[in-house]
């Protein structure tokens, strides 16, 4: 393995600097080239890229977003899209290739592997929607920004004595909610994956109000719906006042947490290890204090297993 690529693709997330950093490093110190491939599957389509260097992954360790871009490329699903890749990856004589990116990215990745091209996936985005890992990068630093934004909403929610939504990012996802909703002690989480009715949140804010509860806050993930549809259906049988807060791409970006730096640092040294070593078609996942690689198609077809008992524990303490 001389000279290897990585690429990021699909949502940014915090963490992913970290990720290249570490992927560049790690490789110049075993003596590999590390090439940077710009805006996804789309540089390498395009055959943009540039060699890294030591300093070219300097001061970006605590950067949000991705120093080599990113898009969500439709030509790359096409035959033709695939054809021009491979053409580059051989043109730029690169032996592996490092994709950090969500599930998107990783039936690119899946795609390149079948393809004759060793390729490792890092789950980047802050849904935390892959099965096979316990985190993906970028999700405790998001949770992080919807705690702070939970708490700042608080505070003028109580002033007011008001019920505030706030609607958060995760696709077709819960996590991201039901961990704000836990860490951040909301009264309602509205998630995908249980089902809730308006006369269940319309009771929790009202049984609030009844015990002198000055706010409640509601975290509705994307997945469900909107949060001002929500307002509509809860104002439609309560008179109480709300607003809805949706936080949007701010949970996106930012300053990676020591989480995210340490789990991206972990996981790009690992994928350019597991290259090294000829192992190849795997994606990093985390799981306890473990790094490990997993067969990107198992990966794939795995089911996330849904935390119901945080779940629970969230509805039994916002009593
Ligand atoms: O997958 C990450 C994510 O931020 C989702 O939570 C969200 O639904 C989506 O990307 C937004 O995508 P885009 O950047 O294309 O608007």
Known sequence: MRRIGVLTSGG???????????????????????????RGYKGLIENDMKA???????????????VLGTERSEEFKTEAGLKKALQTLKYR?????VVIGGDGSF????????????????PGTIDNDLAYT????????ALNTILDAIGKIRD???SHERSNIIEVMGRDCGDLALYAGLAGGAEVVVIPEETVNTDEICEVIMRGKARGKKHSIIILAEGVGSAFDLKDEIKS????????????????????????RLLGSRMGAKA???????????????????IFGQKINEALRMEKEFDIEAYRLTKILSI
Do not use: W
């Open 12 to 38: 940014d997330a915090p963490g992913m600097n970290a990720a290249i950093r570490a992927i560049v490093r790690y490789g110049i110190y075993h003596n590999i080239e590390v090439m940077g491939i710009l």
């Open 107 to 122: 039936r690119g990745a899946e795609v390149l592997s079948q393809e004759g091209i060793p390729t490792i996936g890092i």
């Open 237 to 260: 049988k309560i008179d109480i006042e709300i607003r809805c807060t949706v936080l949007g791409y701010i949970q996106r970006g930012g300053t990676p947490t020591a989480y995210d």
């Open 272 to 290: 350019v290890e597991l290259l090294m070593n000829n192992q190849a078609n795997l994606v990093i996942g985390t799981r306890g204090s473990k």
């Open 93 to 97: 004589d690169i032996h592996g290739l």
């Open 52 to 66: 890294m260097d030591l300093s070219s992954v300097a001061d970006i360790i605590h950067r949000g977003g991705t």
């Open 156 to 158: 003028t929610s109580s």
């Open 134 to 141: 316990e985190y993906t990068l970028g999700f405790n630093t």
